[in-house]
T-cell receptor
Framework: NAGVTQTPKFRVLKTGQSMTLLCAQD?????MYWYRQDPGMGLRLIHY???????AKGEVPDGYNVSRLKKQNFLLGLESAAPSQTSVYFC??????????FGDGTRLSIL | AQKVTQAQTEISVVEKEDVTLDCVYE???????LFWYKQPPSGELVFLIR??????QNEISGRYSWNFQKSTSSFNFTITASQVVDSAVYFC??????????????FGAGTRLFVKA
């Protein structure tokens, strides 16, 4: 019962470094999402995808890129990390308007 | 514009008290979906309930109940006889369909509930 799996779980980066967060789901969901969670601000949508090969911007897309080359995977990239991107990142997947299934989160610190 | 407001940042109650978490939303769509999620101290996000905009029936699930009122754009969540295990951050969310396809979901800032023994 893997559900939604995020890797890595923790990461510390230096300003300017790049990295990719991986999200994998095994529920055959069409829709996938990336959120960031910051204290007092809830979950904010970064990018989302409604199917393989498609992506769309959410509320806070700047500084991030995404790719959905395979239906089960949704990658979130930071090309040049900034301290403002220190956050907890959650990936989720869903079937259309049904409830989202979330991964356990990735705690990212940028120094 | 799509917006979800959870005005209560933190609530503290004593075990066995009833508590209501407020959620007010804004949307221009006639078809939309409302959700509540729970985030316990361990950090995972747990789905609690989904409501579509055409179903205003209140729902009860054990000690949990939800009151959906379109007239006031509110979707409030009540925990009856609260327990320590209810301590968590609770998020209300609104999902609308987009012209580009898919459903865009906006979350409220969350309400942190402390239940003291």
């Amino acid at each position: 019962n893997a559900g939604v799996t995020q890797t890595p779980k923790f990461r510390v980066l230096k300003t300017g470094q790049s990295m990719t967060l991986l999200c994998a789901q095994d529920m055959n969901h069409e829709y996938m999402y990336w959120y960031r969670q910051d204290p007092g601000m809830g979950l904010r949508l970064i990018h989302y995808s409604v199917g393989e090969g498609t992506t769309a911007k959410g509320e806070v897309p700047d500084g991030y890129n995404v790719s959905r080359l395979k239906k089960q995977n949704f990658l979130l990239g930071l090309e040049s990390a900034a301290p403002s991107q220190t956050s907890v990142y959650f990936c989720a997947s869903s079937y259309k308007d049904q409830p989202q299934h979330f991964g356990d989160g990735t705690r990212l610190s940028i120094l | 514009a799509q917006k979800v407001t959870q005005a209560q940042t933190e609530i503290s109650v004593v075990e066995k008290e009833d508590v209501t978490l407020d959620c007010v939303y804004e949307t221009r769509d006639t078809t939309y979906y409302l959700f509540w999620y729970k985030q316990p101290p361990s950090g995972e996000l747990v789905f609690l309930i989904r409501r579509n905009s055409f179903d205003e029936q209140n729902e009860i699930s054990g000690r949990y109940s939800w009151n959906f009122q379109k007239s006031t754009s509110s979707f409030n969540f009540t925990i009856t006889a609260s327990q320590v295990v209810d301590s968590a951050v609770y998020f209300c969310a609104l999902s609308e369909s987009k012209n580009t396809g898919g459903f865009k979901t906006i979350f409220g800032a969350g309400t942190r509930l402390f239940v003291k023994a």
